[in-house]
């Protein structure tokens, strides 16, 4: 398995960034998928974004445009650029990886956006 620790939440204004960071606690290079999770109050937890070994990314309509995901093997950290925040990405941000069998959690950080 692979330790993650998610940092970076906190709470800003709307239209405010935040820069969400997952280190690993091995290398995340053989790792096939990594990504970013959402859980708001009463909602079911909703992928995010992704990002493969290779590179490629994909986005939640609702974030596109706005939020970047990436990921830096050497640091074995995965990044979310969140700009231009609304109240409706209030939630607890969870980052997940995939791969080699391993399907692991991180404990999740919590962004708050107030209007």
């Known amino acids: 398995q692979v330790q993650l620790v998610e940092s970076g939440g906190g709470l800003v204004q709307a239209g405010g960034s935040l820069r969400l960071s997952c280190a690993a606690s091995?290398?995340?290079?053989?790792?096939?998928?990594m990504g970013w999770y959402r859980q708001a109050p009463g909602k079911q937890r909703e992928s995010v974004a992704s990002i493969t070994r290779g590179g490629s990314t994909d986005y939640a309509d609702s974030v596109k445009g706005r939020f970047t995901i990436s990921r830096d093997n050497a640091k074995n950290t995965m990044y979310l650029q969140m700009n231009s925040l609304k109240p409706e990405d209030t939630a607890v941000y969870y980052c997940?990886?995939?791969?080699?069998?391993?399907?692991?959690w991180g404990q999740g950080t919590q962004v708050t956006v107030s209007s």
């Open positions: 091995r290398s995340i290079f053989p790792l096939s998928v």
């Open positions: 997940n990886a995939q791969g080699l069998g391993i399907n692991s």
